[in-house]
């Protein structure tokens, strides 16, 4: 019987990170992955989106070449084939990257599916394999709501996951999301600006719900503005085929669909786990701050303890869960700094507080606000839609919350994720030199503005 130090059970962007890092400072390592190393998000999920968005993008600029003075001679057209093909691309270079560090790092890779036993084994492929830490890194799958009908739409391949929709044999002329958040309009994203006639059907009042109230309404906006219908404080009451019947205002409503993608939420993969008779929270394994489950040397990271369904906390907590199993009992996952991004046309990210939480706690704040108009950046890249929000304390100009609608918006917001993590204040900002022109100057301009009033609005 094969015997190791650690045991990850997953390879996702939790898992396969947690086994290189264990690796890295000087464990025996096996990863057990049932089906390609990088999981959901690199084969199913972030990657494969953001490159057909960049296709998208492509596609929506050159259409509107004659905006920035280049002029088209003839159609343009996009084959959604080799767009698909550019993302498999994508996908495969990546998974194969993985794949090399991994054996690079000396960690075994077991290709099969893992059937826990106890705490300590793990069968897979027949054989029983042991280890002193069990790393659980399972993922999650999309949820089907109980609505009459969508089972048998999705059986019958009308109403799809963003899964099968990665794999569709043609861009739909219709496209019903159900669900407004962050999968929904990064897809409603993409198809609308392939032409397709796109409409997101959320039940609560609003787009991207985890957003600032300030960001969710001027996003809202633009995705009006670009051709997408948008209902809200909508639900859906049935599927039939290509069929959907939802309330709206008081009244019940249809709309037919070539496609229909269910985009309400994911469950935590827990099935299977249920002989280690870990402490529970509906279907997510609850963790304390050093990622260990309520049973010792079992650990849970990424979306099946249900805390941030986002890859780059999986990777952060397999980071904690590792060092942490290696000796680093300082080692702690800190949940109120995590950055969360929408990669829509314009992106959305955030750190922090919203403006809506800062006010349920009782803080003393205040709010700074710069728009992309301002930027001589944004008008030279023709990309004025959006605008930054930084939430300080009232006494010392602490970032306490960021918040931007913005082209690049998901790369900029590291800077106030940095800040935050030194407690650093608007002075420190405002006092450092940002290259001009440049769009980083926005968050510049706001610390300003948090400090006094901003230099160019």
């Not at 799958?141 to 009908?149: A, F, L, R, V, Y």
């Not at 099946?304 to 942490?324: F, P, Q, R, T, W």
Request: net charge neutral; hydrophobic share 45%.
């Amino acid at each position: 019987m094969k015997t190791y130090d650690i045991v990850v059970l997953g390879g996702g962007p939790g898992g396969y990170v947690a086994a290189i890092k264990a690796a890295q400072l000087g464990a025996k390592v096996a990863l057990i992955e049932k089906e390609v190393v990088g999981g959901i998000c690199l084969n199913h999920g972030c990657i494969p989106t953001k490159t057909l968005l960049k296709n998208a993008k492509v596609y929506k600029t050159i259409k509107h070449a004659a905006e920035y003075g280049v002029v088209l001679d003839g159609d343009v057209s996009f084959d959604w084939s080799l767009m698909l093909k550019r993302k498999d691309l994508v996908v495969k270079k990546l998974t194969m990257g993985v794949g090399g560090l991994l054996k690079k790092n000396g960690v075994d890779v077991i290709s099969g599916f893992g059937k826990v036993l106890s705490p300590k084994k793990i069968e897979v492929n027949g054989e029983t394999i042991e280890t002193k830490n069990l790393i659980l890194a399972t993922g999650a799958s999309p949820i089907i709501p109980p609505i009459p009908g969508l089972k048998e739409a999705y059986e019958k391949k009308i109403a799809v996951t963003s899964r099968e929709l990665l794999q569709i044999a043609q861009a739909p002329k219709k496209l019903v999301i159900i669900g407004g958040g962050v999968i929904g309009v990064e897809f409603a994203t993409i198809f609308s600006s392939l032409g397709t006639e796109v409409t997101i059907i959320e039940k609560l009042d609003g787009i991207v719900p985890m957003m600032d109230d300030d960001i969710r309404a001027q996003y809202a906006k633009i995705l009006k503005k670009d051709g997408i219908s948008i209902f809200v404080n909508a639900e859906v009451k049935a599927v039939n085929e290509h069929e959907v019947i939802y309330s709206f205002e008081g009244k019940d409503e249809k709309i037919t669909a070539d496609t229909i993608l269910v985009s309400v939420g994911m469950r935590p993969n827990s099935q299977g786990l249920e002989v280690l008779n870990l402490k529970m929270d509906r279907a997510a394994v609850v963790t304390d701050e050093h990622l260990e489950t309520s049973v010792k040397g079992v650990f849970a990271i990424g979306d099946l303890n249900g805390k941030y369904m986002l890859a780059h906390v999986a990777s952060a907590e397999g980071l904690i869960a590792a060092e942490y199993i290696m000796g680093h009992k300082d080692a702690k996952m800190r949940y109120d700094r995590v950055p969360n991004a929408v990669y829509g046309h314009p992106e959305i990210a955030s750190v922090g507080l919203t403006e809506k939480e800062a006010k349920a706690q009782g803080l003393k704040y205040k709010v700074s606000t710069f728009p992309l108009q301002a930027s001589g950046k944004a008008l030279a890249d023709n990309e004025k839609d959006g605008f930054i929000k930084l939430i300080v304390s009232e006494q010392y100009k602490e970032i306490i919350g960021a918040h931007i609608l913005s082209y690049n918006a998901s790369d900029l917001i590291a800077e106030l994720g940095v800040t935050m993590t030194l407690e650093g204040t608007a002075y420190e900002i405002a006092k450092t030199i940002h290259p001009h022109p440049t769009l980083s100057e926005i968050v510049m301009e706001a610390a300003h503005g948090a400090v006094d009033k901003p230099i160019h609005m």
